[in-house]
């Protein structure tokens, strides 16, 4: 299930890339600032707001381009990117919610793939698991019977991800935090309770939560000094 060959005893870096990390990251920034600027109402789903919420997210898999290491890697993140702005697109309509929804499982698993099972870490299964399990008892109560299966689901991938992107460390586990964190915001909202401001914490964290799993793949393996 490893993308790559790795030992658990070795450490990341980011290594020097030909093509600088800032000027990479300039169409993810500006595309971002363009989304919040013009904060296109939720109710008034059309492709163009499809379009600037997925733009971001489409920057990412082309910056990925300038990772020439970990080929197999990169390729499993931008699939992964590639199946998120499917689900971006599919959530501005309420009526494609599990189009949407089946869309970043399917991200989740290509994430999962990339993170692989080296090193296995079992301990931060029991810790991500019941939490995450516990989250989604509770988020049962709020949904119609028929909806129980699509959570459930959703949720074991989720927390699945989660697990594996805090075993390989680096920049790939704030990611799996941020990217939970935001599905979590976005959930309760939906389901549960309304929150404040929940739109913006749900897309500030999403859009970072990507941009830290695209920066995984700069990072290359490096001996553990002792």
Same mark, same amino acid.
């Given at each position: 299930?490893?993308?790559? +060959? +790795?030992?658990? @005893?070795?450490? !990341?870096? =980011?290594?020097?890339?030909?093509?600088?990390? %800032?000027? $990479?990251?300039?169409?993810?920034?500006?595309?971002?600032?363009?989304? =919040?600027? &013009?904060?296109?109402?939720?109710?008034?789903?059309?492709?163009?707001?499809?379009?600037?919420k997925c733009l971001p997210v489409l920057c990412l898999v082309a910056f990925?381009?300038?990772?020439?290491?970990? !080929? $197999?890697? !990169?390729? /499993?993140?931008?699939?992964?990117?590639?199946?998120?702005?499917?689900?971006?697109?599919?959530? *501005?309509?309420? +009526? #494609?919610? /599990? %189009?949407?929804?089946?869309?970043?499982?399917?991200?989740?698993? &290509?994430?999962?793939? #990339?993170?692989?099972?080296?090193?296995? !870490?079992?301990?931060? &299964?029991?810790? *991500?698991?019941?939490?995450?399990?516990?989250?989604?008892? *509770? &988020?049962?109560l709020h949904l119609p019977p028929d909806m129980a299966p699509v959570l459930?689901?959703? @949720?074991? *991938?989720?927390?699945?991800?989660?697990?594996? $992107?805090?075993?390989?460390?680096?920049?790939?586990?704030? $990611?799996?935090?941020? =990217?939970?964190? @935001?599905?979590?915001v976005l959930a309760w909202d939906a389901f549960a309770q309304s929150l404040?401001?929940?739109? /913006?914490?749900?897309?500030?964290?999403?859009?970072?939560?990507?941009?830290?799993?695209?920066?995984?793949?700069?990072?290359?393996?490096?001996?553990?000094?002792?």
């Amino acid at each position: 299930m490893d993308a790559w +060959e +790795e030992g658990p @005893s070795q450490k !990341r870096c =980011f290594s020097v890339q030909q093509l600088p990390l %800032c000027r $990479g990251l300039s169409p993810f920034v500006l595309t971002c600032a363009v989304y =919040f600027l &013009l904060w296109i109402p939720q109710d008034q789903p059309s492709w163009i707001s499809a379009l600037v919420k997925c733009l971001p997210v489409l920057c990412l898999v082309a910056f990925l381009q300038a990772a020439r290491s970990a !080929r $197999g890697y !990169r390729a /499993l993140l931008q699939a992964a990117l590639l199946c998120s702005a499917a689900g971006d697109a599919c959530l *501005v309509w309420p +009526e #494609a919610f /599990l %189009c949407g929804v089946a869309a970043f499982t399917g991200a989740h698993l &290509l994430y999962l793939w #990339a993170f692989g099972l080296r090193p296995l !870490r079992p301990g931060l &299964l029991l810790l *991500v698991a019941p939490a995450l399990l516990l989250y989604t008892g *509770v &988020l049962l109560l709020h949904l119609p019977p028929d909806m129980a299966p699509v959570l459930v689901t959703y @949720s074991l *991938v989720l927390a699945s991800m989660l697990w594996r $992107g805090l075993a390989r460390g680096g920049s790939a586990r704030w $990611g799996a935090l941020l =990217f939970t964190l @935001s599905d979590s915001v976005l959930a309760w909202d939906a389901f549960a309770q309304s929150l404040p401001h929940a739109r /913006l914490v749900v897309m500030t964290t999403y859009y970072a939560a990507q941009l830290l799993i695209a920066l995984s793949a700069f990072q290359s393996p490096r001996p553990k000094s002792h």
